[in-house]
């Protein structure tokens, strides 16, 4: 079974002017492994699909299966228990805990899910994305890129099977972008985790196996 498929996912939201259709009929399936890049002007509905994919948005019409779990018959408690230690997220912003060090942020979705020696695991993932050196540095004591890479470390030690990301290079400098999109794939690849990858970068979209356009909420095309 795909981790991830959507069936004529629609999303439509209200605004003052009335509502919004988000997504259209949109169909999609993420297999094992797969590292697909979402691509597509801003307001194309990317974000979206990656909110009504993940579960924290409902769509308003499809189905949505992760993991073989139809997301429509889960409440927001067993979204959230079917997500843990198997879906990790990554953002533009990078969503650090303020108050944590760099190994505490690493090592806080690991203890959660009780995994063992969860700050042991957090210093080898640190040293993973050459980090090792800034382990007991706060979020405001690190560069932009680094707190990226952090986030990379916290969203794959928990090894999970599929990871979202979505603008992950966004709020980075070419050189920073260019090294965490290299960490990215590096372990999305040695830890065999599917990626869907939200980007506006055409050169990081290549390096995906597959790319999905978007155009207005709907699939313009796909091309390998």
Do not use: C
């Not at 230690?85 to 944590?100: E, I, K, T």
């Not at 050169?203 to 095309?221: I, M, P, Y």
């Amino acid at each position: 079974m795909p981790p991830l498929i959507l069936e004529d996912v629609g999303l439509t939201l209200p605004s003052a002017a009335g509502p919004v259709e988000i997504l259209r009929n949109l169909s999609l399936t993420l297999a094992e492994g797969e590292r697909v890049a979402l691509v597509g002007p801003s307001g194309s509905g990317k974000s979206s699909l990656i909110a009504v994919a993940a579960g924290l948005e409902r769509p308003s019409a499809g189905r949505v299966m992760l993991f073989g779990r139809d997301l429509s018959r889960l409440d927001e408690d067993g979204r959230a228990r079917l997500r843990r230690g198997r879906v990790s997220l990554v953002f533009q912003s990078f969503h650090l805990l303020p108050n944590m060090t760099a190994e505490e942020n690493v090592a806080a979705p690991l203890e959660i899910a009780r995994k063992p020696n969860a700050m042991a695991e957090a210093r080898a993932w640190l040293d993973r994305v050459g980090l090792s050196a800034r382990a007991r540095h706060y979020p405001h004591q690190l560069s932009g890129g680094e707190q990226q890479r952090v986030a990379l470390a916290r969203a794959l030690a928990p090894q999970p099977a599929l990871i979202f990301a979505d603008e992950p290079t966004g709020n980075l400098d070419s050189n920073n972008a260019r090294h965490v999109a290299d960490l990215l794939f590096q372990l999305a690849e040695d830890t065999q985790a599917a990626l869907l990858l939200v980007t506006h970068d055409n050169g990081l979209a290549a390096r995906a196996q597959r790319t999905v356009s978007l155009k207005d909420g709907h699939q313009a095309e796909a091309a390998a």
